[in-house]
């Protein structure tokens, strides 16, 4: 069951997906927030695997609230107006509804978030590994094994030093599988792992035969989790 909260002013759009989540077999409805504030400040207390957020809220707008959440959970954008989707989708969204929504956009749209959270497994009984959805099964990769994490539109690639897997997901929803100790994220796009990396060059971190750059955000956390002389 996939535990999920709505953060929307519209009182009319709260109710029509608290319908939603009702009819749906695979979501719980667990919080409702109209102030996006207050949903900032119980957020990490909130056990919430989904939330449906609104984009134009007089407080916030949704991509400020994704902004300023380290480790959102999946989010489903929901608004009126079609041109914010792509600013949205450079934020790890897992989908985006146009209001009025239709049930059956919905449902596609928790069907994608479904596979998006199935699509890498973490063990709780062995914390070195995941196992990642390949063909019909799944495949284990040790940590170890992973050189760098590269976002592809939907999808996300987990590169190894012997194979690439591809599955749909998003960076924020791989980030958290990933053992923070061990991997750090240097961009909207690449995740790493610091026990990979050769090389520190200006803006670009060297793994191989590979350059991948880092971004202003995330220079000063990396250049932390390094152990510099």
């Known amino acids: 069951m996939i535990k999920a ?4 002013d519209d009182a009319l759009s709260r109710k029509i997906l608290q319908n939603f989540i009702t009819k749906s077999d695979q979501l719980e409805l667990v919080a409702e927030y109209e102030n996006p ?7 990490d207390s909130l056990d919430c695997d989904l939330i449906f957020l609104d984009m134009e809220m007089p407080e916030m707008t949704g991509i400020e609230f994704i902004a300023a959440v380290p480790n959102i ?27 009025p929504i239709d049930f059956s ?22 914390q070195d590994h995941l196992f990642i959805k390949k ?22 690639q987990i590169n190894t030093n012997t194979e690439r897997f591809t599955v749909l997901s998003t960076m924020k929803a791989i980030n958290l599988r990933l053992p923070s100790a061990k991997f750090i994220r240097i961009h909207r796009s690449y995740i790493v792992s ?36």
């Open 73 to 99: 959970p999946q989010v489903i954008v929901v608004s009126s107006k079609k041109e914010y989707a792509a600013d949205s989708y450079n934020y790890d969204v897992s989908d985006y509804l146009v209001k």
């Open 5 to 8: 909260a709505i953060i929307d």
């Open 194 to 229: 610091l026990d990979k990396i050769d090389r520190i060059d200006e803006n670009l971190v060297v793994i191989g035969d590979k350059s991948l750059p880092i971004s202003r955000s995330y220079k000063e956390d990396l250049m932390k989790n390094l152990n510099l002389l």
């Open 37 to 43: 504030e207050v949903a900032l400040r119980e957020l």
């Open 135 to 156: 063909n019909k099964g799944y495949s284990r990769v040790r940590f170890e094994e992973i050189d760098f994490v590269e976002a592809l539109a939907d999808y996300v």
């Open 105 to 126: 956009r919905f449902e596609q749209a928790v069907a994608k978030v479904e596979e998006m959270i199935s699509s890498v497994k973490g063990d709780e009984n062995e």
